[in-house]
């Protein structure tokens, strides 16, 4: 895929040579390839008016194009030592708010005007995330998808192919039903170490994760979803009868058409989406069976 065409990056934002040392702890690899910027802020787009939010700016590489595009922008980083080079950095070229946070802990839905997405607003994410704590982030963003439209993130490329992984996939499990529950999924591109500073070990690649909206199966009880999809999905290997004893013993899995002998990676998003809300009737006592398979 060649790169399209891009205007000039802001003036005077330029990467400081050496101004920080990447800190091992926070997981930082800087990008700096301006190529591989471009292609990023073509796939995000982003539009005066609509309220953006980078997670972990870093030294500012997308922060720039971001910030100028959109006119305002709002940054969550964890490392002091980089807010103030970032602010003197970026001084001018937009509304800049830096949020000085732990993006595993920080409230997103807080950065609408109510608080909500009551009002119609919703939240574009990007971020180049730290490999080393990549799924709770997910996860993090996944339980605040009310508040969002979309995001564009930066993962290690396995961790993507997870994500997108189909039923049957030998990378299919936990986080691609997890994600696909609740996103569309879309790999934008593959970022080869070479456009980090410090280079990675590994490769890189952007995805696209729209909320649908409404969900293909809404999940009465989200929390028991989760614990039945880590449950199938911790020994792989294991019939489905046994990794989900406690949780849909063979009756029920049969009641949704299920084989009480199948293997986890077997099951679609929607097998799993309608195998919990059986489970939740069968423990609440309101229903021992699967709704009809809407996309059978």
């Known amino acids: 895929m060649s790169d399209p065409p891009a205007a000039d990056p802001p003036p005077d934002t330029a990467q400081p040579s050496g101004a920080h040392r990447a800190r091992k702890r926070f997981g930082q690899n800087f990008l700096h390839d301006p190529g591989t ?18 997670i972990g700016p870093g030294r500012g590489a997308l922060t720039a194009g971001l910030l100028d595009a959109a006119g305002a922008l709002d940054v969550i980083e964890l490392d002091r030592d980089l807010v103030a080079p970032l602010t003197q950095r970026l001084d001018g070229l937009g509304r800049l708010r830096v949020h000085q946070a732990d993006a595993l802990t920080f409230d997103l839905c ?25 799924t709770p982030l997910l996860f993090r963003f996944l339980a605040q998808m009310d508040c969002i439209r979309d995001m564009h993130l930066m993962l290690q490329k396995e961790v993507v192919e997870r994500m997108a992984a ?81 949780l849909a013993d063979a009756a029920l899995l049969a009641s949704c058409g299920l084989d009480p002998g199948a293997r986890p990676e077997q099951l679609s998003v929607v097998d799993f989406a309608r195998l919990a809300n059986a489970a939740a009737g069968a423990r609440d006592d309101t229903d021992s069976g699967c709704i009809p398979n809407p996309n059978p």
């Not at 910027?37 to 980078?54: C, D, K, N, T, Y």
């Not at 995805?207 to 009465?220: F, K, N, S, W």
Request: proline share 10%; glycine share 8%.
């Open 166 to 246: 189909a039923p049957g996939s030998k990378v299919y499990g936990r986080l691609s039903v997890m994600v696909q529950s609740r996103c569309a999924v879309a790999r934008v591109l593959t970022v080869g170490p070479g456009a980090f500073t410090p280079a990675p070990k590994v490769a890189s690649a952007v995805v696209r994760l729209v909320p649908l909206r409404p969900p293909p199966l809404t999940i009465a009880d989200p929390d028991l979803h989760a614990r039945l999809v880590a449950a199938a999905f911790a020994q792989r290997r294991k019939r489905l009868s046994n990794s989900l004893r406690g």
């Open 110 to 134: 807080e950065l609408l005007p109510t608080g909500d997405a009551g009002a119609g607003e919703r939240l574009r994410l990007v971020g180049n995330l730290p490999y080393n704590i990549s």
């Open 37 to 54: 910027i471009r292609r990023i802020l073509a796939a995000v787009a982003p539009a005066p008016g609509e309220h953006l939010v980078e």
